[in-house]
């Protein structure tokens, strides 16, 4: 059931993974460039997404929504708490996660930053920025969250905070004290999540375990 979960909890960031990898593509099919990005970034959106963004050499210039998001607009490259990950990114060509972070909006969430390479006419690739989403926490998680109450598991979700720390903040918890979870880590993004999860009445009601599982195999399957 955890490694069910866990699996489902990667598929939820998906998604906003899959954001930065549609502006991607544009800014590789058009030369680097992207028309009416408001329009694309709003269709974009949903209830999870905090903004959209785009980072020509490192420097966001463009964010969906603008209202409230003003501040974002930074040199991320040589940002003090942004700067070390983003250029990791930059120089690794890999998709980096930083956070959970507070938002000035209020809540919390997680930086998918996706470098962008095109390429020169001597063949050589030279780097064109980031696509970026926000992405909000615990709410991108919303269905697998729960759906684990809803069973009667409490739970913990942690991830370290970027791929150049060990350091590891929670991301989603029940609120309860887990005694002896089991544990179900991933890697994603360079970073590590882990998802802990024991039944909220404790582990003496093994009787009706066998039910349980059915229940929700009948659940994810259909």
């Not at 929504?65 to 607009?73: D, R, V």
């Not at 490259?77 to 700067?83: A, L, P, T, V």
């Not at 690739?125 to 991108?140: D, L």
Request: hydrophobic share 35%; charged share 20%.
């Amino acid at each position: 059931n955890v490694a069910t979960y866990g699996e489902q909890i990667k598929n939820e960031i998906t998604n906003g993974i899959e954001i930065t990898d549609t502006l991607k593509q544009i800014l590789i099919s058009e030369n680097g460039e992207i028309h009416q990005f408001e329009t694309i970034a709003g269709n974009l959106m949903s209830d999870s997404i905090e903004s959209v963004q785009l980072a020509p050499n490192g420097v966001v210039t463009d964010i969906y929504p603008e209202a409230g998001n003003e501040a974002g607009k930074i040199d991320l490259i040589h940002d003090e708490s942004r700067g070390e990950i983003c250029r990791y990114g930059r120089d690794k060509n890999i998709v980096t996660m930083q956070g959970p972070f507070d938002l000035k909006q209020g809540g919390r969430g997680i930086a998918i930053r996706n470098p962008v390479y095109l390429e020169c006419p001597d063949g050589t690739s030279a780097f064109w920025g980031f696509t970026i989403v926000i992405i909000r926490i615990p709410e991108v998680f919303e269905k697998s969250v729960q759906s684990l109450t809803q069973f009667g598991y409490d739970y913990c979700l942690t991830k370290t905070v970027s791929p150049l720390s060990d350091d590891t903040e929670v991301v989603s918890a029940s609120g309860n004290i887990l005694k002896e979870p089991i544990t179900f880590e991933f890697e994603f993004c360079g970073s590590t999540f882990g998802l802990e999860v024991m039944p909220t009445d404790g582990w003496n009601h093994g009787w009706n375990i066998l039910p349980q599982l059915v229940f929700e195999f009948v659940l994810f399957c259909f």
